[in-house]
């Protein structure tokens, strides 16, 4: 099982196309590359990982309200099965392409591996601005999505779940259309869904609720004083307001949290259950998205989304997108931690920089690995016919991140990495395993007997 020396490997075997190309894919495996230096694994393991499993492009017809009819591209990635069956979001955006959907299923194949859970990585999406549609437009895109793509997904194959401008209730249409095409109640097909139709207590909060035992488990080593703490978050949606919501209830300083449309800010910490309030007073399409902003909030100081970044606080919380610390603004971030709650808010060429600044990132394919886990606490509840209580959820949920946290956290100390760098040497190490159990070519070159 040779050592994996450098990622020029890849080149050899492979076209020739520069690893740290434009391409979304290309630079999400970048990180890949860096953790194989530290790691011994097949080969093999390598190189499947550098290949999607199965692409799926879909066209998806929609009746319109007005009677008009148009069209909307979907996509659907399966990036490695070596775990288990592929897992992964269905996201509604119109910056949705292929390259981002392949390098979503790839952050899904890690965060699984991390979070030690019997899963592959998938993702997908639609390229749409839901805002612009009604309700019913809405379901019969996600019903139209589903029959487009039945035959790609299935409890023991794919399991989608909610992303970005996807929630609950297209979850359960999503469930209800797959269940029609195959003519039999198929709850575990997808996760996220109401409690009503097979879901999950605890799923909805359950990506910041995970975010929040990583901050809790390094105040544990820091000695942190959470009055003292103080703590700001880019991204105001479920993760942002649970993990907000968790703090503030263990007496953290939450002192600024944004959305889309800006920042506020209060040095003396800000009221977080009526800014939550606030923000979900008002909604839009008849509660199938929020429309409230932050912004509105009075006895607050107003700051653009780039100034709540660089902000003078101990904790900083991107739960938005994806590139938001890039090298343009990695040397202004002022805050001694980072915890990763949305996919991707760090460039590569961010990271480096926050490194030798000394900047502790927590992953987010650990840091966000709440959302996954409990999709696999409802997937398995699903196959079993049970339904567990909010409190056995979340002890769950709190047992496993705070153990992958820990052994993250190790590995870092150990091989003397940045923790980014642990959690991609701990996937590899549980992928490289898998792949060697398949058979390598060490073996079939007669390396070992049978």
Same mark, same amino acid.
């Given at each position: 099982m040779p050592l994996m020396s450098n990622a020029l490997l890849y080149r050899l075997i492979t076209s020739g196309e520069p690893l740290m190309s434009k391409s979304a894919f290309k630079r999400a495996l970048a990180r890949l590359d860096q953790a194989a %230096?530290?790691?011994?694994?097949? *080969? %093999?393991?390598?190189?499947?990982?550098?290949?999607?499993?199965?692409?799926?492009?879909?066209?998806?017809?929609?009746?319109?309200?007005?009677?008009?009819?148009?069209?909307?591209?979907?996509? +659907?990635?399966?990036?490695?099965?070596?775990?288990?069956?592929?897992?992964?979001g269905l996201r509604y955006h119109p910056d949705v392409d292929l390259e981002e959907v392949k390098a979503l299923a790839f952050w899904m194949t890690c965060k699984c591996a991390v979070m030690d859970l019997p899963y592959g990585g998938?993702?997908?999406?639609?390229?749409?601005?839901? +805002?612009?549609?009604?309700?019913?437009?809405? *379901?019969?895109?996600?019903?139209?999505?589903? +029959?487009?793509?039945?035959?790609?997904?299935?409890?023991?194959?794919?399991?989608?779940a909610p992303d970005v401008y996807t929630n609950e209730r297209i979850m359960g249409w999503m469930m209800d259309e797959y269940s029609q095409v195959v003519r039999r109640r198929t709850p575990a097909v997808i996760t996220g869904k109401p409690v009503a139709l097979?879901?999950?207590?605890?799923?909805?909060t359950a990506t910041g609720r995970g975010g929040w035992v990583c901050?809790? %488990?390094?105040?544990?080593?820091?000695?942190?004083?959470? %009055?003292?703490?103080?703590?700001?978050i880019q991204g105001f949606g479920n993760a942002g307001q649970a993990i907000a919501r968790l703090l503030h209830e263990d007496g953290f300083r939450v002192v600024a949290v944004s959305d889309s449309k800006g920042a506020i800010f209060n040095d003396d910490g800000l009221d977080i259950p009526s800014v939550i309030e606030h923000k979900n007073r008002h909604s839009e399409l008849e509660a199938v998205y929020c429309d409230g902003s932050v912004c509105e909030t009075h006895d607050a100081e107003q700051l653009s989304n780039e100034e709540l970044l660089e902000l003078g606080v101990d904790v900083l919380v991107p739960a938005a997108m994806d590139d938001v610390i890039t090298a343009?603004?990695?040397?202004?971030?002022?805050?001694?931690?980072?915890?990763?709650?949305a996919n991707g808010p760090t460039t590569a060429e961010a990271d480096d920089i926050l490194t030798d600044n000394d900047v502790l990132v927590i992953p987010d394919i650990l840091a966000n690995?709440?959302?996954?886990?409990?999709?696999?606490?409802?997937?398995?509840?699903?196959? +079993?016919? *049970?339904?567990?209580?909010?409190?056995?959820?979340?002890?769950?949920?709190?047992?496993r991140?705070?153990?992958?946290?820990?052994k993250v956290m190790a590995l870092a100390d150990e091989h003397k990495v940045s923790a980014r760098l642990a959690a991609y040497m701990l996937a590899l190490k549980r992928l490289g395993a898998a792949? *060697?159990?398949?058979?390598?070519?060490?073996?079939?070159?007669g390396g070992s007997g049978g």
């Open positions: %230096e530290h790691v011994e694994i097949p *080969e %093999e393991t390598f190189i499947r990982l550098h290949h999607p499993r199965a692409v799926l492009s879909v066209a998806v017809p929609v009746r319109r309200d007005d009677g008009s009819l148009e069209i909307f591209t979907g996509y +659907r990635v399966h990036h490695s099965d070596l775990l288990g069956p592929c897992k992964g998938a993702k997908g999406g639609v390229t749409v601005d839901p +805002r612009k549609l009604s309700m019913m437009e809405i *379901e019969r895109l996600s019903r139209g999505l589903i +029959r487009q793509i039945a035959d790609f997904i299935g409890p023991e194959v794919d399991i989608p097979g879901g999950s207590l605890g799923r909805s901050l809790r %488990e390094l105040g544990k080593e820091y000695d942190w004083q959470p %009055e003292k703490t103080r703590i700001a343009d603004n990695a040397s202004k971030i002022k805050a001694r931690v980072i915890i990763e709650l690995a709440g959302g996954v886990t409990v999709s696999y606490f409802e997937w398995v509840q699903n196959r +079993r016919g *049970e339904q567990w209580s909010e409190s056995e959820v979340h002890e769950r949920l709190d047992k991140m705070a153990a992958q946290f820990g792949a *060697e159990a398949l058979g390598t070519a060490h073996e079939f070159n």
